[in-house]
């Protein structure tokens, strides 16, 4: 296992939260990568710099062989899904999430992944805007993480 301050992250979903998260992280340093199934959003993404894949299986393939961090940064609509597959490719990984609600989140993990090791979170911070055209690596700034 990694050291907690030098495990690598993945976000899934690279829209306002996750985008903003992936470029904080890689910009302090820390290893970090991303999934979007918008293939508009990853090569962004790709063109500022940012490791961003629209293969999921791949990208769990690497946060299960580096015991990365998972962090669901979608719409409450696909996260079933990306639970589904992180069960399948990468089950021993932390997961953690910034979705704004927990106690549906919470089901969810249960019915899709019983065996994870998960903690609800989320940030308070946010814009009005959507989007990776939208993300700001400045947006966590003094914000409180719940």
């Known amino acids: 296992m990694h050291n907690p301050a030098s495990r690598p992250v993945c976000i899934l979903g690279l829209g306002l939260i996750g985008g903003s998260l992936l470029r904080r992280l890689h910009d302090d340093g820390r290893p970090a990568?991303?999934?979007?199934?918008?293939?508009?959003?990853?090569?962004?993404?790709?063109?500022?710099?940012?490791?961003?894949?629209?293969?999921?299986?791949?990208?769990?393939?690497?946060a299960a062989a580096a015991d990365a961090v998972l962090v669901l940064a979608t719409p409450l609509f696909a996260v079933a899904e990306l639970l589904e597959a992180i069960a399948v490719t990468a089950p021993d990984c932390l997961v953690t999430d910034v979705v704004s609600v927990k106690e549906v989140v919470s089901r969810l993990v249960a019915a899709h992944h019983p065996g994870a090791r998960y903690v609800g979170g989320h940030p308070m911070a946010g814009t009005a805007h959507s989007g990776w055209e939208a993300t700001d690596p400045e947006l966590f700034r003094g914000a409180m993480w719940a």
Do not use: H, I
Request: aromatic letters at 10%; a neutral charge.
């Open 33 to 62: 990568f991303g999934y979007n199934r918008s293939a508009t959003t990853v090569a962004a993404a790709r063109a500022a710099g940012y490791r961003a894949d629209t293969d999921l299986t791949a990208v769990l393939g690497e």
